[in-house]
């Protein structure tokens, strides 16, 4: 079993930048993929990005070419690179951890807001 803490949220203008963290304790041997959802209310969770242990990554349409995640296996950490930020980003995003057995772990989540 895995825990997750994210950190990194915060304001920005929008056009700036954040760095999400998520970090791992537990199992991270077990981690097949990790991933960063956000999720505004009324409106289902979304996914943003994702990468498997491997390296390979998936993101979501609206944040392709502005967002880049990546997985320091070093530090057992996650991490969400965010450049170009637009209002609508502001959000709560959860990162996410799927163990190979298909267990899904959640972190309480860190809050974006984007100003104009």
């Known amino acids: 079993q895995v825990q997750l803490v994210e950190s990194g949220g915060g304001l920005v203008q929008a056009g700036g930048s954040l760095r999400l963290s998520c970090a791992v304790s537990g199992s991270f041997f077990s981690i097949k993929a990790m991933g960063w959802y956000r999720q505004t209310p009324g409106k289902q969770r979304e996914l943003v990005a994702a990468i498997t242990s491997g390296g390979s990554t998936n993101y979501g349409d609206s944040v392709k070419g502005r967002f880049t995640i990546s997985l320091d296996n070093a530090k057992n950490t996650v991490y969400l690179q965010m450049n170009s930020l637009k209002p609508e980003d502001t959000t709560r995003y959860y990162c996410?951890?799927?163990?190979?057995?298909?267990?899904?772990?959640w972190g309480q989540g860190t809050q974006v807001i984007v100003s104009s």
């Open positions: 996410n951890a799927l163990s190979g057995s298909g267990y899904s772990t």
